[in-house]
C-alpha cells in the first residue's frame, strides 16, 4: 500500500475483538484480529493525527497494547 508522502504507518495493538459500533470510532484504519486482540492499522499524515487516535482509544476505555510505526 502507498503511503502519502510524509506520512508514517501505524500499527495499534488494542486488548480484544472489537464490535462494529467500536471500529467505527477509527475511520480510514485497516481492521485485524490477530489472536484475539484486534490491529487497527494505517497511514497517519502527522503527529497530531496520531494522537487523535491515541485520544480516541484513551476516551473509549480501550487498552492499548502495542503502538508501531514506520516510514516508507
Same mark, same amino acid.
Given at each position: 500500500?502507498?503511503? !502519502?508522502?510524509?506520512?508514517? +504507518? +501505524?500499527?495499534? @495493538?488494542? @486488548?480484544?475483538?472489537?464490535? =462494529?459500533? *467500536?471500529?467505527?470510532?477509527? !475511520?480510514?484504519?485497516?481492521?485485524?484480529?490477530?489472536?484475539? =486482540?484486534?490491529? *487497527?492499522?494505517?497511514?497517519? !499524515?502527522?503527529?497530531?493525527?496520531?494522537?487523535?487516535? *491515541?485520544?480516541?482509544?484513551?476516551?473509549?476505555?480501550?487498552?492499548? *497494547?502495542?503502538?508501531?510505526?514506520?516510514?516508507?
Amino acid at each position: 500500500m502507498k503511503q !502519502p508522502a510524509g506520512s508514517v +504507518y +501505524y500499527e495499534f @495493538r488494542i @486488548r480484544g475483538v472489537l464490535g =462494529d459500533t *467500536l471500529l467505527g470510532a477509527f !475511520p480510514g484504519l485497516h481492521v485485524e484480529v490477530q489472536e484475539g =486482540d484486534t490491529v *487497527l492499522a494505517g497511514a497517519l !499524515p502527522d503527529q497530531s493525527a496520531l494522537h487523535g487516535v *491515541l485520544a480516541q482509544i484513551g476516551q473509549l476505555g480501550l487498552e492499548l *497494547l502495542v503502538v508501531q510505526g514506520s516510514h516508507s
